[in-house]
């Protein structure tokens, strides 16, 4: 697509459930990268998919948290068993690759997840 | 392991205000550097970057340099105006991963 697609764009869940956030990358973008905005923070690095591998997992806050990746295009970041402090802007960013290590990476607008 | 500083905010200028956000990395190697901007409600864009040492990126009358012997890359605008009000982030991207610092928080008042 022309640009990185998530939805949803807003979720309001009860804690305790689970949810599932999807991203759609740029067409032909191998790498894809989630990342999590909590109010007022910065960005905070979840994982990265090159393909439909994950070489860096490190960011995962905890094991409630899982991604995968399929076709080496969209992608699907769940949280079971939600939690208030889950509450946050769930962004997805995609880039051509790691050839070049000036890759731009380019956002998706986020999904805005709000436990309650 | 890699890290990025930058200012906190918020900060506060009057329209045509000369406008500095520091910005300083630790990285292994040498990483490419960029600044994002996010405007209200919106999502994060690339703003400039710059991939090697002394390379200036410029856009919309923002620009930074990329400092290896400082390690830094603060971000500058001559003249900023009320559409510029937005949180900025820097950031740095050494491998697959790109870092980002807190983001500093700017108001433009006309």
């Known amino acids: 697509g022309a640009g990185v697609s998530q939805s949803p764009s807003n979720k309001v869940t009860e804690k305790g459930k689970d949810v599932e956030l999807r991203c759609d990358p740029i067409?032909?973008?191998?790498?894809l990268y989630w990342y999590r905005q909590s109010l007022g923070q910065g960005l905070e690095f979840l994982i990265y998919?090159?393909?439909?591998?994950?070489?860096?997992k490190s960011g995962l806050p905890s094991d409630r948290f899982s991604a995968e990746r399929t076709g080496g295009s969209v992608s699907t970041l769940t949280i079971q068993r939600t939690q208030q402090e889950d509450s946050a802007v769930y962004l997805c960013?995609?880039?051509?690759?790691?050839?070049?290590?000036?890759?731009?990476?380019?956002f998706g607008e986020g999904s805005w997840l709000t436990v309650v | 392991g890699d890290s990025v500083t930058q200012m906190e905010g918020p900060v506060t200028l009057s329209e045509e205000a000369f406008l500095t956000i520091n910005c300083t990395y630790t990285?292994?190697?040498?990483?490419?550097l960029f600044w994002y901007v996010q405007y209200p409600g919106e999502g994060l864009q690339l703003l400039l970057k710059?991939?090697?040492?002394?390379d200036k990126g410029s856009n919309k009358g923002f620009e930074a340099t990329y400092r290896k012997e400082t390690t830094s890359f603060h971000l500058e605008k001559g003249s900023v105006q009320v559409s510029d009000s937005a949180v900025y982030f820097c950031?740095?991207?050494?491998?697959?991963?790109?870092?980002f610092g807190a983001g500093t928080r700017l108001f433009v008042k006309a």
């Open positions: 950031a740095l991207r050494g491998g697959f991963k790109t870092i």
């Open positions: 998919f090159q393909g439909n591998s994950a070489p860096d």
């Open positions: 990285a292994t190697g040498y990483p490419s």
């Open positions: 960013a995609s880039s051509a690759g790691e050839t070049g290590r000036g890759n731009t990476i380019y």
């Open positions: 710059a991939t090697k040492a002394d």
């Open positions: 067409s032909g973008h191998t790498a």
